[in-house]
């Protein structure tokens, strides 16, 4: 550590440092332009190949070459009932579009019986590494529909392309609007935080850069590597690198202030600084890192991809707030805390009260009665659990949106006039001699509309079964399990039918998630665990901090909730579950370890109860900055007009903020005051955690390269 702090802080290593920065930047820079171009929102693209639906997948592509392509479902609608000019309307749409856009056959036109809607099927092209292929396409199909169409006739785009579509539009050029509009927020908590006009740009600066440069990493993988990347872990990128990364800034520039007023040399200052501490800031970035790296044992593909998206920008931010800053604000010198430019004074303690007021009485209430402030946390911590009672998940795509788009308004129009599950049948795909007896079990399977047969080639015979409830209800869902159950307890060759389509995939979704919790959750937990006790070499401390963790998490969950409810987005996707989890345990952990890697160090000094204490007082102020600044980086996932987005925001702001307010500042403080020194064992030895008197001053860093 000593080295690596001498390096990024040495008087001719700095410009190294800032070389190799900026041409990382270069590169990094120049690829992660192509992020967006190698995103795969599809939903089947993220489900793993032993799902049904997936298997459903390669049947199509491989005998009924419906390789790369998904349907539009266009519908018409007048109210008082459709015209003969409308009907001759989609006719000469039908043309066009099979001339202009389709892959294949356009279907044709389905009238309700009340002769109030009709729709057509038409198949678009897609690319799995271009989205864009067919947001065009749909785009495409838009224009034709609507260029001289008669008036009052409402023409919508729905179906599986028209949700992605939908989808693909509200996350295009969100990655710049989410940076833009993250690193704002972050510039005004800083600025406020230091009161400075120049300080709060040179982590910016560095994060901008450190984000970039990870952005590009990301795209080389996924476009070299296969590594799946989707508008989801495109965004939490941008936010872990911008959240993240202003973190670990507040923490190395409080110690950099700190050193300042002991040292004339800057360059002194920051080595002692940059190895103080780089022992927090690696077993934060570790912890989140390899908790992050567990997703990669998850089943959808989805989530193996999360995991290296957010360990790549951990790992970059980290490495950059640990050496380019430092590199910087040597550069730069004192004059960037203008205008209250630390200076050296004389018998400066950075571990006293001074300067500390607000902190110091936080603590000295803690210690006074440790007991009963725990407890008292603790039960306000569990009366906010109770709100998980709330947590209701099924979220349908109508309820995915915060506005109104197409495929949802589609959707509705033929619920309304067909049955709901036109636009998405369930396709079950069977070998020939039991096309049959497919049909016959599977129509008479209840919330099955009817049944056809589509084509039969190479062997296999293609049905579609129209649903009487919209594709992806919760009630689709069961009706989909019905028809596998009752092909599988039938006989000859029906029982090896495979079952697939838009009301599958959100089936075989939901049992995904259901089994990535079961398996990740308490494989973070050990992470998470282990990690503490090598930070810590604490049994009991590393024990108490997770279950603090976990108590926050349960809290964060609940409270979310009654939120949710109060917005009227009360269900959620069944992935915020897991997506909450990693980050509220991985991240929320990270203040806790702030907070004990000071205390252990202030605990040689002074021993148990005043190390506890002094810990408190010293880090409150900028772990608290870092909570803040971190939960309103989250807060800005509100931007995007999805509820997922918004909902995960939420969750993960609520989250940090209770870790940061309730479980750093007085839970985990009371309980280590009220275990006492055993609360270190086996780590620290009696003679380290008894009183003594502190050292006022630490040992001087050798001369920086």
Same mark, same amino acid.
């Given at each position: 550590?000593?080295?690596?702090?001498?390096? !990024?802080?040495?008087?001719? =290593?700095?410009?190294?440092?800032?070389?190799?920065?900026?041409?990382? %930047?270069?590169?990094?820079? =120049?690829?992660?332009?192509?992020?967006?171009?190698?995103?795969?929102?599809? /939903?089947?693209?993220?489900? /793993?190949?032993?799902?049904?639906?997936?298997?459903? !997948?390669?049947?199509?592509? +491989?005998?009924?070459?419906?390789?790369?392509?998904? @349907?539009?479902?266009?519908?018409?609608?007048?109210?008082?009932?459709?015209?003969?000019?409308?009907?001759?309307?989609?006719?000469?749409?039908?043309?066009?579009?099979?001339?202009?856009?389709?892959?294949?056959?356009?279907?044709?036109?389905?009238?309700?019986?009340?002769?109030?809607?009709?729709?057509?099927?038409?198949?678009?092209?897609?690319?799995?590494?271009?989205?864009?292929?067919?947001?065009?396409?749909?785009?495409?199909?838009?224009?034709?529909?609507?260029?001289?169409?008669?008036?009052?006739?409402?023409?919508?785009?729905?179906?599986?392309?028209?949700?992605?579509?939908?989808?693909?539009?509200?996350?295009?050029?969100?990655?710049?609007?989410?940076?833009?509009?993250?690193?704002?927020?972050?510039?005004?908590?800083?600025?406020?935080?230091?009161?400075?006009?120049?300080?709060?740009?040179? #982590?910016?600066?560095?994060?901008?850069?450190?984000?970039? !440069?990870?952005?590009?990493?990301?795209?080389?993988?996924?476009?070299?590597?296969?590594?799946?990347?989707?508008? +989801?872990?495109?965004?939490?990128?941008?936010?872990?690198?911008?959240?993240?990364?202003?973190?670990?800034?507040?923490?190395?520039?409080?110690?950099?202030?700190?050193?300042?007023?002991?040292?004339?040399?800057?360059?002194?200052? %920051? *080595?002692?600084?940059?190895?103080?501490?780089?022992?927090?800031?690696?077993?934060?970035?570790?912890?989140?890192?390899?908790?992050?790296?567990?997703?990669?044992?998850?089943? %959808?593909?989805?989530?193996?991809?999360?995991? #290296?998206?957010?360990?790549?920008?951990?790992?970059?931010?980290?490495?950059?707030?640990?050496?380019?800053?430092?590199?910087?604000?040597?550069?730069?010198?004192?004059?960037?805390?203008?205008?209250?430019?630390?200076?050296?004074?004389?018998?400066?303690?950075?571990? &006293?009260?001074?300067?500390?007021?607000?902190?110091?009485?936080?603590?000295?209430?803690?210690?006074?009665?440790?007991?009963?402030?725990?407890?008292?946390?603790?039960?306000? $911590?569990?009366? %906010?659990?109770?709100?998980?009672?709330?947590?209701?998940?099924? +979220?349908? +795509?109508?309820?995915?949106?915060?506005?109104?788009?197409?495929?949802?308004?589609?959707?509705?129009?033929?619920?309304?006039?067909? #049955?709901?599950?036109?636009?998405?049948?369930?396709?079950?795909?069977?070998?020939?001699?039991?096309?049959? &007896?497919?049909?016959?079990?599977?129509?008479? !399977? /209840?919330?099955?509309?009817?049944? =056809? @047969?589509?084509?039969?080639?190479?062997?296999?015979?293609?049905?579609?079964?129209?649903?009487?409830?919209?594709?992806?209800?919760?009630?689709?869902?069961? @009706?989909?399990?019905?028809?596998?159950?009752?092909?599988?307890?039938?006989?000859?060759?029906?029982?090896?039918?495979?079952?697939?389509?838009?009301?599958?995939?959100?089936?075989?979704?939901?049992?995904?998630?259901?089994?990535?919790?079961?398996? $990740?959750?308490?494989?973070?937990?050990?992470?998470?665990?282990?990690?503490?006790?090598?930070?810590?070499?604490?049994?009991?401390? &590393?024990?108490?901090?997770?279950?603090?963790?976990?108590?926050?998490?349960?809290?964060?969950?609940?409270?979310?909730?009654?939120?949710?409810?109060?917005?009227?987005?009360?269900?959620?996707?069944?992935?915020?579950?897991?997506?909450?989890?990693?980050?509220?345990?991985?991240?929320?952990?990270?203040?806790?370890?702030?907070?004990?890697?000071?205390?252990?160090?202030?605990?040689?000094?002074?021993?148990?109860?005043?190390?506890? $204490?002094?810990?408190? @007082?010293?880090?409150?102020?900028?772990?608290? =900055?870092?909570?803040?600044?971190?939960?309103?980086?989250?807060?800005?996932?509100?931007?995007?007009?999805?509820?997922?987005?918004?909902?995960?925001?939420?969750?993960?702001?609520?989250?940090?903020?209770?870790?940061?307010?309730?479980?750093?500042?007085?839970?985990?403080?009371?309980?280590?005051?009220?275990?006492?020194?055993?609360?270190?064992? #086996?780590?620290?030895?009696?003679?380290?955690?008894?009183?003594?008197?502190?050292?006022? *001053?630490?040992?001087?860093?050798?001369?920086?390269?």
């Amino acid at each position: 550590m000593s080295r690596y702090a001498a390096f !990024v802080a040495g008087r001719r =290593s700095k410009w190294v440092v800032l070389v190799l920065w900026f041409l990382l %930047m270069g590169i990094g820079g =120049s690829l992660a332009a192509g992020l967006a171009d190698v995103q795969d929102n599809d /939903p089947e693209a993220w489900l /793993p190949s032993s799902a049904q639906s997936t298997k459903a !997948v390669q049947l199509a592509e +491989q005998y009924f070459a419906d390789k790369d392509s998904s @349907t539009a479902v266009i519908v018409y609608a007048r109210e008082g009932g459709l015209t003969q000019a409308d009907l001759s309307r989609i006719d000469t749409d039908r043309a066009r579009l099979a001339d202009k856009v389709a892959i294949g056959k356009v279907s044709s036109a389905v009238v309700s019986e009340d002769k109030v809607a009709a729709f057509v099927s038409v198949p678009l092209r897609t690319s799995p590494s271009d989205n864009k292929v067919l947001t065009d396409k749909v785009t495409e199909a838009g224009k034709i529909t609507s260029a001289g169409a008669p008036a009052g006739l409402d023409i919508k785009i729905t179906g599986e392309a028209g949700s992605i579509a939908d989808f693909a539009d509200v996350y295009s050029g969100m990655d710049g609007a989410l940076l833009g509009v993250a690193l704002g927020v972050v510039a005004l908590l800083l600025l406020v935080t230091y009161r400075s006009p120049v300080l709060w740009l040179i #982590p910016l600066i560095t994060v901008g850069l450190a984000s970039q !440069v990870a952005s590009g990493v990301v795209y080389l993988l996924a476009k070299q590597a296969g590594l799946v990347v989707n508008g +989801q872990s495109a965004y939490v990128l941008m936010v872990i690198s911008v959240g993240v990364g202003t973190d670990y800034a507040l923490l190395l520039i409080s110690r950099y202030r700190e050193e300042l007023h002991r040292h004339e040399d800057r360059h002194t200052a %920051m *080595s002692l600084a940059v190895r103080g501490s780089l022992p927090a800031l690696a077993a934060s970035a570790a912890t989140v890192t390899i908790a992050s790296l567990c997703l990669v044992f998850g089943s %959808m593909n989805s989530t193996r991809g999360l995991g #290296p998206v957010v360990a790549i920008g951990v790992v970059l931010v980290f490495l950059a707030m640990t050496s380019l800053l430092p590199a910087l604000l040597v550069i730069l010198g004192r004059w960037v805390f203008w205008p209250v430019k630390p200076r050296v004074t004389a018998g400066y303690d950075p571990n &006293s009260a001074q300067g500390h007021g607000t902190w110091a009485k936080i603590a000295e209430a803690v210690g006074r009665r440790p007991r009963a402030v725990w407890i008292g946390t603790a039960l306000v $911590l569990g009366v %906010m659990v109770l709100g998980i009672t709330g947590v209701h998940t099924g +979220q349908t +795509q109508a309820e995915q949106f915060t506005g109104k788009v197409d495929s949802v308004t589609g959707q509705q129009v033929l619920a309304k006039h067909f #049955p709901a599950g036109s636009s998405a049948p369930a396709d079950v795909y069977v070998r020939d001699a039991g096309a049959a &007896s497919a049909t016959a079990v599977v129509a008479k !399977v /209840p919330g099955v509309s009817s049944v =056809s @047969t589509q084509a039969a080639k190479g062997g296999w015979t293609h049905l579609t079964a129209v649903l009487r409830d919209a594709p992806d209800s919760a009630a689709a869902k069961d @009706t989909v399990r019905d028809i596998r159950t009752a092909l599988d307890g039938s006989t000859g060759p029906a029982a090896d039918a495979v079952v697939g389509g838009q009301s599958a995939v959100a089936l075989d979704v939901s049992v995904a998630q259901g089994d990535e919790e079961t398996l $990740l959750i308490p494989l973070i937990l050990a992470v998470v665990l282990v990690m503490l006790f090598i930070l810590l070499r604490a049994t009991i401390a &590393s024990a108490v901090l997770l279950g603090s963790v976990v108590l926050s998490f349960a809290a964060a969950v609940g409270t979310a909730s009654l939120l949710f409810h109060a917005l009227d987005h009360a269900k959620i996707d069944r992935g915020l579950v897991l997506f909450g989890f990693i980050f509220l345990v991985a991240l929320g952990v990270d203040y806790t370890i702030f907070l004990m890697t000071r205390a252990k160090e202030e605990v040689r000094l002074r021993g148990h109860r005043e190390g506890i $204490l002094t810990a408190v @007082t010293v880090t409150g102020g900028v772990i608290t =900055s870092a909570g803040v600044v971190l939960a309103a980086t989250f807060c800005v996932l509100a931007a995007i007009p999805t509820v997922s987005a918004l909902q995960q925001g939420l969750l993960v702001a609520v989250g940090i903020l209770l870790d940061t307010f309730l479980v750093r500042s007085l839970l985990v403080p009371a309980l280590a005051l009220d275990l006492g020194p055993r609360f270190w064992r #086996p780590g620290l030895t009696p003679q380290e955690t008894a009183p003594h008197e502190p050292a006022n *001053s630490r040992a001087e860093e050798p001369s920086t390269a």
